[in-house]
């Protein structure tokens, strides 16, 4: 039995197997049913009980080394079939990556800007960390106005007379083009926007907004007016209606916020207007004489108009999206419902 031990050990090491399908007979041939070492296994029951412990425990150590010279050769047999394979069929496609889809919040952006665009406006850009002046004091914000609250406004230094904060609303952008350029001015601002808000349905602390401004000799409340009108429909469809309703900002004289007829009951009254039939989507109004001076432009001479509306606010209107909060957090169910939403 000795001699019969040393012999498979030495065929055992010696063993090759190119294919899974001869590491399987070898296997069926060292360790199956009527195996080899199987043999030697029954063999052992007839010996004699003292030299049971010395071969019952170099069998043991056979049988051992059979299985993992066996599960060594097997998957090396494994990975060579699978790099032949491959090596084979050199013309296989390869495994095609799968596409992410554009935001739905861009998608609206990108929307809105090219509406503007075609109406001739360009695009103008400002920094989100901005100072006191550019948010507030240029746009005719009173000393003591409450959206200068800490509440609503997350400032970056605190004791300056001109702090930085996060900018409450792209209306800055306004500020800092009529400080370089002179009328005629028609621009539209996108941009990130940051409020001390508590985040809801309704509300968040990160939106986007994009903010229009218009100035030029004679520019009037009606000029406003039809370019809201013919953004509206752009987005919302041919059949839109928009209502004005008065209003305050600082910065605007006359002020409006704009309705549009809504775009799901068509005026009817639902639950998405509540009953109205109109949803609100942006505030506007004339540019106070008193922003156009600070920023270095003459208001005997030019007027103008000025608009803000919130992007997240467009985009759940248009796609009836009923809580801000999908917006932010990056479910893949709900942004791939927006992969075949197109731009204009
Ligand atoms: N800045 C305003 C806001 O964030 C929106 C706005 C209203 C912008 C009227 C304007 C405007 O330019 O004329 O709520």
């Not at 990108?110 to 006191?132: H, L, M, N, Q, T």
């Not at 005719?140 to 997350?154: I, K, L, S, V, Y």
């Not at 004289?253 to 007829?261: G, H, I, K, L, T």
Request: with cysteine.
């Amino acid at each position: 039995m000795k001699e019969q031990i040393e012999k498979i050990m030495a065929e055992l090491s010696e063993l090759k197997c190119q294919t899974e399908k001869e590491v399987e007979e070898a296997r069926v041939r060292f360790l199956g049913k009527k195996g080899e070492i199987t043999a030697l296994f029954d063999e052992f029951r007839t010996i004699a009980p003292d030299l049971k412990r010395e071969f019952g425990q170099r069998l043991n150590s056979l049988k051992k080394e059979a299985q993992t010279r066996i599960d060594a050769l097997k998957a090396s047999a494994k990975s060579t079939t699978v790099s032949a394979d491959s090596a084979g069929d050199v013309t296989m496609p390869g495994d095609p990556y799968e596409l992410g889809s554009r935001h739905p919040v861009s998608i609206a952006r990108e929307e809105i800007v090219s509406i503007f665009r075609k109406f001739g406006y360009d695009v103008a850009e400002g920094p989100e960390i901005e100072d006191d002046y550019h948010v507030f004091e240029a746009l005719n914000f009173p000393p003591n106005h409450p959206a200068r609250d800490m509440q609503d406004t997350f400032f970056v230094s605190v004791g300056h007379p001109n702090p930085l904060l996060l900018r409450t609303h792209t209306s800055s952008v306004q500020v800092r083009t009529m400080e370089k350029m002179q009328p005629p001015i028609r621009v539209v601002c996108p941009g990130r926007v940051f409020r001390n808000e508590a985040i809801s349905a309704r509300a968040h602390c990160i939106f986007h907004q994009v903010e229009g401004l218009y100035i030029d000799e004679n520019v009037t409340f009606a000029d406003l007016k039809q370019a809201i009108l013919l953004f509206a429909r752009e987005m919302f469809g041919a059949d839109t209606q928009i209502r004005m309703r008065p209003s305050y900002f600082p910065f605007t004289e006359p002020s409006a916020e704009v309705d549009v007829s809504c775009n799901i009951c068509k005026g009817k009254g639902c639950n998405i207007c509540k009953g109205t039939g109109w949803l609100e989507i942006l505030g506007c109004g004339m540019v106070d004489p008193n922003v156009l001076e600070a920023s270095g432009i003459d208001s005997k001479k030019y007027s103008g108009f000025a608009f803000g509306m919130g992007v997240e606010r467009i985009a759940m209107l248009k796609w009836q999206v009923n809580d801000l909060r999908h917006y932010f957090e990056n479910d893949m169910r709900f942004l791939s419902e927006f992969s075949s939403a197109v731009n204009v």
